[in-house]
């Protein structure tokens, strides 16, 4: 199965960048790599994906590794309405596999 | 445009009972899915959906029955409620399985 590992929690200060990492190191070559979060009480929301290059819009950017084995996604000033769940998912185009770890729960403080 | 809708939001049942989630898109997807989430975990993945008159099943698909009749409507289905489906369920869809996944506002389950 395509398993992701991320850290259980990570900890900001509000108006910084946040790098959250995420392993994938038995990825395919046609595994996209997705990150939703989940904010608290609601159900999860798409970030963004990609599959070789870097990804940016309006909410993070997406810098994934040039071997695929790992990504990471980095939000460029943090705020408290960015405190969620955030889970790194790997997208193998089979619908039985779609599989969501614990994620990284991101603190943010003032 | 209400994306993905679900209800209800709460339910509370009683061991032995029987009810059915229901979840419903109004984008034309045709992939729906059904995930459960107990507390401090991520999604199990229940029953999917590739398009009306198709479904199969997830990673813990025992206990849940699932029907899609419509692309818009894929209700999830309990026949005799456990204390163990205790939890929020949630439901999904997509307009393809490599497509962004749009979830629903979620409903709790109480099984007493």
């Known amino acids: 199965d395509a398993k992701t590992t991320q850290p259980n929690s990570m900890e900001s200060n509000e108006e910084e960048p946040v790098h959250l990492p995420c392993n994938h190191s038995?990825?395919?070559?046609?595994?996209?790599i997705h990150w939703y979060r989940q904010l608290p009480s609601q159900g999860p929301e798409y970030v963004i994906h990609?599959?070789?290059s870097n990804v940016n819009n309006r909410m993070a950017s997406l810098a994934i590794a040039e071997d695929r084995k790992s990504s990471t996604l980095i939000l460029h000033r943090a705020t408290l309405r960015d405190a969620a769940v955030y889970y790194c998912?790997?997208?193998?185009?089979?619908?039985?596999?779609?599989?969501f770890g614990t994620g990284t729960r991101l603190q943010v403080t003032l | 445009n209400a994306g993905v809708t679900q209800t209800p939001k709460f339910q509370v049942l009683k061991t032995g009972q029987s009810m059915t989630l229901q979840c419903a898109q109004d984008?034309?997807?045709?992939?729906m899915s059904w995930y459960r989430q107990d507390p401090g975990m991520g999604l199990r993945l229940i029953h999917y959906?590739?398009?009306?008159?198709?479904?199969d099943q997830g990673e813990v698909p025992n206990g849940y029955n699932v029907s899609r009749s419509t692309t818009e409507d894929f209700p999830l289905r309990l026949l005799s409620a456990a204390p163990s489906q205790t939890s929020v369920y949630f439901c999904?869809?997509?307009?393809?399985?490599?497509?962004?996944?749009?979830f629903g506002p979620g409903t709790r389950l109480l099984v007493l």
């Open positions: 999904a869809s997509s307009a393809g399985l490599r497509e962004t996944q749009y």
């Open positions: 038995t990825i395919s070559g046609t595994d996209y």
């Open positions: 990609g599959l070789t």
């Open positions: 998912i790997l997208n193998t185009g089979t619908a039985s596999k779609l599989t």
């Open positions: 984008m034309n997807h045709e992939y």
């Open positions: 959906s590739v398009g009306a008159g198709i479904t």
